[in-house]
């Protein structure tokens, strides 16, 4: 091999190594965002889900969205049409509640937190 194409392999093996470690720091800072707890329920094969009415943003309407529930206890002292705020991560293909706490009602035309 000459060594003009070892350095060429050099130069790829670390570019490679690089942007791998790069990818493994880059996690997204946690996101809180508001919504009103809308239901929860167990699907047959004992999956948690809970439903989350998003409060909306410029241009989107309300909208509903599910999560999966990993621990029941999250939501267990929470009741059905309570305001809350909650952060959420892409686990196994789907959306998953990762924290959730109960927060006063957003006022509407008022700022929140």
């Known amino acids: 091999m000459s ?13 490679v190594v690089a942007s791998a470690a790069t ?10 965002t508001r919504a ?3 239901s929860s329920f167990e699907e047959p094969g004992g999956k948690l889900y809970v439903r989350l ?11 509903t969205q599910t999560f999966r529930l990993l621990d029941r206890s999250l939501t267990a002292d929470i009741p059905e049409g309570s305001w809350v ?4 991560k892409h686990l196994d293909g789907e959306n998953t509640l990762t924290s959730i706490r109960v927060v006063p009602e957003c006022k509407r035309f008022q700022p929140c937190d």
């Open 36 to 38: 009103r707890l809308a």
């Open 85 to 88: 705020r909650f952060t959420s």
């Open 53 to 63: 009415k998003l409060l909306p943003r410029s241009k989107v309407p309300f909208t």
């Open 3 to 15: 060594s003009a194409f070892r350095r060429t392999i050099a130069v790829a093996m670390c570019a």
């Open 23 to 32: 990818a493994q720091t880059n996690d997204p800072a946690a996101v809180s």
